[in-house]
């Protein structure tokens, strides 16, 4: 459920940001969502057990 709640987010800063300031904004934020994410997966990745 989680899942439709950000893409319904996402729909709604991207339609508002394009109205605002175009399409180049858009990507921006885009690429800014990568970002984070990217960035959540690197900070708390599982890292294997040591090997006994």
């Given at each position: 459920?989680?899942?439709?709640?950000?893409?319904?987010?996402?729909?709604?800063?991207?339609?508002?940001?394009?109205?605002?300031?175009?399409?180049?904004a858009?990507?921006?934020?885009?690429?800014s969502?990568?970002?984070?994410?990217?960035?959540?997966?690197?900070?708390?990745?599982?890292?294997?057990?040591?090997?006994?």
């Amino acid at each position: 459920m989680m899942f439709y709640s950000g893409s319904a987010i996402g729909a709604v800063a991207s339609t508002a940001l394009y109205a605002a300031a175009g399409w180049g904004a858009v990507c921006l934020l885009g690429a800014s969502f990568s970002l984070l994410a990217l960035t959540g997966h690197l900070l708390w990745r599982v890292r294997p057990a040591a090997a006994a």
